[in-house]
């Protein structure tokens, strides 16, 4: 079938992680880098060992008409881009958040099954061997139902209102930033039913949200989980069963896991020491989808991205409340 080629949209940092796990990957190659600015390709070109480099994103997408498009850039912009790459028939691979809100992943899903094009958020963290393992506790009743879920992630950001963590005009906010991870994790491991939800934010002097809380009734288990960008937390998953209990550390870039019986003694300890660069799964999935000739991967499915876009609308929807 030959190589498969990715182009990347954008010039940053997190483009260079993904040449170098793409490299990792079998049979896989960037072909061309696009950013805004031609000498900022050309620099990330060099640095990554690209061929080819564009000052612009189309010209890129016409000229080199790759088998899937990367994109990198930051948040604000990825509809836009997601939507170029539809109607151009190329295949998206779209980094996380995906979308600003409901309305985008409505409108770029109706297009791309319009289109018959594959789309997919790059929520790589759900590939993770201890993400994986933990889902697989849980489904083979290691702790019982789980009755308690607890999610946290936060840090500091980088104060600056022209960052891309405070800057509205970028799509910055810990949703978009940190609560898709906090969510999307949450939601892979358990696989039920949302009866009920209530959600929290805080909202800072630039416009965006700083703190989210978000406690969510599932079928079986109640969850909590909360996200900050402006106080160190302990990131981690803690699942409680009736038979035991979980903890995942770290759990959007997870190295291992820990499972407890009842009586507080550790039963395994899962370490993943086969992992280089973790994006190297979400490529891999997006080259398998692609030749397989599917629309949506079942690991990051259209209708979960559309559901956590449904959540930043309703933590839209504090400040506007307060």
Not at 58 to 85: F, G, N, S
Not at 164 to 191: C, H, Q, S
Not at 244 to 263: A, K, M, Q, T, V
Request: charge should be negative.
């Amino acid at each position: 079938m030959g190589t498969f080629r990715y182009a990347i949209l954008g010039a940053a940092k997190i483009g260079a992680k993904f040449c170098q796990a793409v490299s990792l990957a079998h049979d896989c190659e960037v072909c061309a880098v696009a950013s805004k600015s031609l000498e900022r390709a050309e620099e990330f070109a060099r640095k990554n060992g690209v061929s080819h480099y564009y000052g612009s994103y189309e010209e890129m997408l016409r000229e080199e008409k790759p088998d899937c498009a990367y994109i990198a850039v930051t948040p604000h912009d990825h509809y836009r881009l997601a939507v170029m790459c539809v109607e151009m028939g190329i295949p998206v691979l779209c980094e996380k958040a995906m979308f600003q809100d409901s309305a985008e992943a409505e409108s770029l899903y109706a297009a791309a099954k319009e289109k018959n094009v594959f789309v997919m958020e790059a929520m790589w963290s759900r590939f993770l061997p201890p993400v994986k393992q933990v889902k697989s506790w849980v489904e083979e009743g290691r702790i019982g139902i789980p009755q308690i879920a607890r999610m946290a992630i936060g840090f500091r950001a980088p104060e600056g209102a022209e960052n891309r963590y405070f800057n509205p005009r970028l799509g910055g906010g810990a949703a978009k930033d940190i609560t898709v991870y906090a969510y999307e994790i949450t939601t892979f491991i358990l696989n039920q039913e949302i009866r009920n939800m209530a959600v929290s934010a805080s909202w800072g002097e630039t416009g965006v949200d700083t703190n989210n809380h978000i406690s969510i009734d599932f079928t079986d288990t109640l969850a909590d989980l909360a996200t900050s960008f402006v106080t160190n937390m302990e990131d981690r998953l803690e699942l409680y069963g009736k038979e035991g209990r979980i903890i995942l550390p770290g759990p959007h870039h997870s190295s291992e896991c820990f499972l407890y019986d009842n009586g507080g003694n550790l039963v395994e300890h899962f370490v993943d020491t086969e992992t280089k660069n973790g994006f190297v799964y979400e490529i891999e999935e997006a080259v398998r989808c692609i030749r397989e000739g599917k629309l949506e991967s079942p690991v990051i499915p259209w209708k979960d991205t559309l559901d956590c876009a449904r959540l930043f609308d309703r933590i839209a929807a504090t400040k506007e409340q307060g």
